[in-house]
């Protein structure tokens, strides 16, 4: 079947094991459940092609292009992938366990949850990529491009890193556990919960975090924990109206508002985190209490000062805020975007009422 | 990464240099972009205003785009304000955009602020809701008094540039 044009072709649960399709032209082929094991499978076209569930352990694919094909769920231990075209794959909780990627392409794929323990990623392009959840334990990813990728909540453990890009990847709660960061090349990684780029690190901090040694980071980490398993969200969703009420929430409250507040106060427990979203708005309203506050709406004071002891306050490009900010002891940590609309004042940290 | 050319433009564009050591009282009115190290108490008119770490301009500040390190203080009116380091008590900043970058929680703050009033890009205003329910529980009484619309924040009353 060397170099045969299968374009599109049916080959669902077909047994292939050990096949030589060196060249093959399987675009758009199916082979949902296929077993590719060991196959020979060298620089054929698999553009789009349907793998889910496949068995490809041991296959070899050097140089193929798996571009936009879906291999979710699908068995690619020990593969050899070195070279291959694989921008926008879905390996969405595959298993790519010490497999070859060396230089490959894998620009914007999407391998959330994936299991890529082990890989050989040396020069490997995952610039864009999806590699939330991923287990990269104990990989080689010298060179790799990871430029923008998603790495929140991935495990790193024993991860080689030397000369990788990371400039702009989101590292939220990534697993390090004695991975090797040393010569890593990052300008900034983005270490928000939500991977919105809110808390950009930078400088000696960026190897905190990728270590998870630093207490900085640890600090990093937990006041930025937003979307922490272990928080308690609340959301308010789009289209409700709340008027009149006295909220409270805890330190360990993760609190989203989308919804129209009017005449409302909210209380903060110390690192409680409340994201105003876009659509969110705060008419005539007050925050308390030493939360980390973000938003991207708008607030509105109602009782002066109508937010008092924030411990960080973000407004975004999109935010607007009208009222006083009363800072606690410590001073608030203020971060503004551009084209945020403030009519703030502030007062100093040491001028209570 | 900086462009090169651009960096080297940039490096051959006549400045006006308040070097580190020097303390000027006074106006200053410029065509050429202004650079502070060392300490200003009066007037600054320029396309542009650079305070460095360990800088500091009192006064009123007319400028096109302010990048600030160091400490201000007074009035500030910018089409842009880029703002690290130290804002003084009785300090007012009317600017179309403002940005504070963000920093690690745990790492030492961005910038200080002192009892000042931030006017930035234009007035919000509240996106209309429904019609407020009559007989529901009343406002939170506010500070001073009023009820209904909040009033914008009133700025601090200037103060002379202080030492």
């Known amino acids: 079947m060397l170099g045969a044009d299968l374009t599109g072709a049916n080959l669902e649960k077909a047994d292939l094991e050990e096949a030589n399709l060196e060249m093959a032209i399987l675009a758009g ?18 553009s789009g092609a349907h793998l889910m569930y496949a068995q ?6 050097g140089g193929a292009d798996l571009s936009d094909a879906d291999a979710s769920y699908a068995d690619l231990v020990e593969c050899d992938l070195s070279g291959a075209k694989m921008s926008k794959i879905n390996l969405t909780s595959s298993n790519v366990e010490r497999a070859n990627i060396e230089e490959a392409d894998l620009t914007g794929a999407i391998l959330a949850d994936a299991n890529l323990s082990g890989v050989v990623g040396r020069g490997a392009k995952l610039a864009g ?50 991975g090797d960061v040393e010569g890593v090349i990052a300008e900034w990684v983005d270490n928000s919960a939500d991977g919105d ?29 937003s979307g922490g398993d272990d928080r308690i969200k609340r959301y308010f969703g789009k289209g409700d109206v709340l008027r009149n009420a006295n909220l409270e929430f805890g330190q360990s409250a993760y609190v989203e508002i989308e919804s129209r507040f009017e005449q409302c106060s909210i209380a903060l427990g110390e690192g409680a985190e409340l ?35 924030p411990k960080r306050l973000v407004v975004s490009s999109h935010g607007s805020v009208v009222g006083v ?14 084209g945020c609309k403030l009519r703030m004042r502030i007062l100093h940290a040491n001028n209570h009422r | ?71 201000i203080a007074g009035e500030v009116e910018a089409e842009s304000v880029l703002l690290s380091g130290r804002v003084s008590n009785n300090t007012i900043i009317r600017t179309k955009t403002l940005e504070v970058k963000p920093v690690a929680e745990a790492a030492a703050l961005r910038v200080t602020f002192g009892d000042c009033v931030l006017e930035v890009g234009e007035e919000p205003k509240k996106t209309p809701g429904t019609s407020p329910v009559q007989g529901t529980a009343p406002a939170a ?13 009133a700025p601090p009353a200037p103060k002379p540039p202080q030492g």
């Open chain 1, 275 to 309: 994201v105003v979203g876009q659509d969110g708005v705060l008419v005539d309203c007050q925050i308390t209490g030493g939360g980390n506050i973000t938003i991207h709406g708008q607030f509105f004071e109602g009782a002066s000062p109508g937010i008092v002891g």
């Open chain 2, 141 to 153: 009484p506010k500070a001073d008094g009023g009820g209904g619309q909040p009033k914008p924040p």
């Open chain 1, 29 to 46: 082929a199916k082979l949902n459940r296929a077993n590719l094991e060991g196959a020979n499978l060298e620089g054929a076209n698999l």
């Open chain 1, 56 to 61: 490809i352990d041991e296959a070899k694919l």
């Open chain 1, 129 to 178: 990529a999806d590699l939330s959840k991923t287990d990269l334990s104990k990989a080689d990813l010298t060179r790799a491009d990871l430029t923008g990728a998603d790495l929140r909540r991935a495990s790193i453990s024993g991860t080689r890193l030397a000369g990788a890009i990371l400039t702009g990847a989101k590292v939220f709660g990534i697993e390090a556990g004695g």
């Open chain 1, 325 to 338: 900010v009363q800072q606690p002891d410590q001073s608030t940590h203020f971060a503004f975007e551009p």
């Open chain 2, 1 to 71: 990464m900086a462009d090169p050319k651009k960096a080297e433009a940039a490096a051959s564009v006549k400045k006006t240099l308040v070097e580190e050591g020097t303390e000027f009282k006074g106006s200053i009115v410029s065509k050429c972009p202004v650079a502070v190290s060392g300490r200003v108490e009066g007037e600054v008119h320029a396309p542009s205003l650079t305070v460095a770490t360990g800088g500091a301009v009192f006064g009123k500040m007319r400028v096109g785009q302010i990048t600030s390190e160091g400490e």
């Open chain 1, 197 to 225: 780029g809110s808390v950009r690190v930078t400088g000696d901090q960026i190897a905190a975090v990728l270590s998870g040694k630093a207490a900085a980071a640890a600090a990093v980490a937990a006041a930025t924990a």
